[in-house]
């Protein structure tokens, strides 16, 4: 019973940093087969006292273009079209948004061992170092230090519940916390995710085993899915992981080699944070990517599902916006006025105003109420798993964006009005996951563009 449980978890090694390689999606396809700081401006005049309202249709308007909304199965309200075209805005907004102070400092450990396996440092690159700098404490303000470890899921302020918030020391299981005295402060803002040359056989074999193999999932002797045993709702989860991965190797398709001398293409996108940091992408991997649909079918999915669980705590992030405040004593700063004016101009967009995810429908089955428990923990199995990471840079980004996921996953399946008293840690992972899968679907569009131009000037 320890060799299997250790052989599921070990399956998971790795969920995000093998993307950070070339052939990451194509060990996933041969596995199936053998189965812009954009410009902060104060909230627009339209905006103010506007109340939410959006809807995508999830209908073609000839039922014979129905496989032109082939979301619609995993329970997804909005079409590619249309969230395509929603995202751009978006895009553009949470670039703004996880510049801020509030979002752009995570603290977490990147000193736990890996409880499973011994492992050694294996990636190098040139153009996008796997090591972080971590921040001296005191250069993150005052107001936004923080205690804990924001990426691990049990230690929340109060959890996500269908009860009263618990008090801000216990965690979920009931247990008095002390405060993280090993984590430190990153600023993921000047550490973006992108290509570091991380890869190696030991990942390739874990990417290959966590499609092959799933504690929910029929498996063949010849480790082939038997995915005709496989309910709609259970091939969900296996589409949010499929469509992180995807997003991370979108990330690193387009983040692949630094442009010292910026005159790279994607300057002018859209899909740049930092106005000073410009990159030249991966055409080929990029153009390997989009030609594998369901690939780019699970990255919508996956945005829609985070976009589902942004519109649900609406009231969370706008009910009382000085807690985002970065000055001394809470007092707003110029920034943070800015950020307050985003926020809820990011909670007006239409996408976040539309029911991207049915969850009402997914939970219309018995089968999906015995389903979500397991979900929650094999996440929760994800997160820890991020410790066995060698690569530090993925290894914060696979915390941050796996604990995007977990608590995605609590308030999309939890009615509306118990969503309430969100960690630090929730909000930061869950809206800087969202801008990354929002660039991500960005990029899906506008790289097409950026190679042809790379292609004509060197012709």
């Excluded at 020391?169 to 000047?190: C, H, K, L, M, P």
Aim: charged share 25%; aromatic share 8%; proline share 5%.
């Amino acid at each position: 019973m320890q060799v299997k449980t250790w052989i599921i978890l070990s399956v998971v090694l790795g969920v995000l940093c093998y993307a950070l390689s070339f052939g990451g999606l194509e060990v996933v396809e041969k596995a199936r087969r053998e189965d812009s700081l954009g410009s902060a401006t104060p909230e627009p005049s339209h905006f103010k006292g506007q109340k939410c309202v959006g809807k995508c249709d999830s209908k073609p308007a000839d039922p014979e273009d129905h496989e032109d909304h082939p979301l619609e199965e995993s329970f997804c309200c909005c079409t590619l079209d249309e969230i395509s075209k929603g995202t751009k805005h978006i895009a553009q907004l949470l670039n703004n948004i996880t510049s801020r102070p509030f979002f752009r400092f995570f603290k977490v450990n990147l000193e736990k061992p890996c409880p499973y396996w011994a492992v050694q440092l294996l990636c190098m690159s040139e153009e996008n170092t796997c090591q972080v700098c971590s921040c001296d404490a005191n250069d993150v303000p005052e107001a936004l230090k923080y205690s804990y470890d924001m990426s691990d899921p049990k230690l929340i302020d109060s959890r996500v519940s269908y009860e009263k918030p618990n008090p801000f020391n216990v965690d979920q299981w009931g247990t008095w916390r002390d405060a993280e005295v090993a984590a430190s402060y990153v600023d993921i803002f000047q550490n973006p995710e992108g290509n570091t040359g991380y890869s190696g056989p030991m990942a390739s074999r874990v990417w290959q085993a966590i499609y092959n193999e799933n504690c929910m999932t029929e498996v063949s002797k010849e480790g082939v899915l038997n995915t005709e045993k496989q309910c709609k709702e259970e091939l969900v989860f296996k589409k949010l992981i499929s469509g992180l991965h995807t997003s991370i190797t979108m990330h690193v398709a387009t983040f692949f080699r630094k442009d010292d001398a910026g005159i790279s293409p994607l300057k002018e996108l859209g899909v740049l944070r930092d106005p000073n940091v410009s990159y030249f992408p991966n055409c080929g991997m990029y153009r390997r990517i989009v030609s594998n649909k369901e690939f780019i079918n699970n990255l919508y999915i996956l945005y829609q599902f985070i976009l589902r669980a942004l519109t649900k705590t609406r009231s969370e992030f706008l009910s009382d916006l000085n807690v985002f405040n970065s000055g001394s004593d809470g007092v707003p700063t110029t920034e943070d006025v800015l950020l307050h004016a985003e926020l809820r101009e990011l909670f007006n967009n239409h996408l976040l105003c539309s029911p991207t995810f049915n969850e009402a429908k997914f939970l219309g089955s018995a089968e999906a109420h015995r389903l979500v428990p397991q979900m929650k923990r094999m996440m929760y199995n994800i997160t820890t798993l991020m410790d066995c990471v060698t690569c530090e840079k993925c290894r914060v980004w696979g915390k941050l964006q796996t604990m995007g996921i977990a608590t995605a996953l609590r308030i999309v399946m939890l009615p509306e009005d118990t969503v309430t008293g969100l960690s630090r840690g929730e909000k930061v992972s869950l809206v800087n996951l969202a801008r990354q899968l929002a660039i991500s679907v960005e990029s899906v569009h506008v790289l097409e563009d950026a190679c042809q131009i790379m292609e004509t000037v060197q012709n």
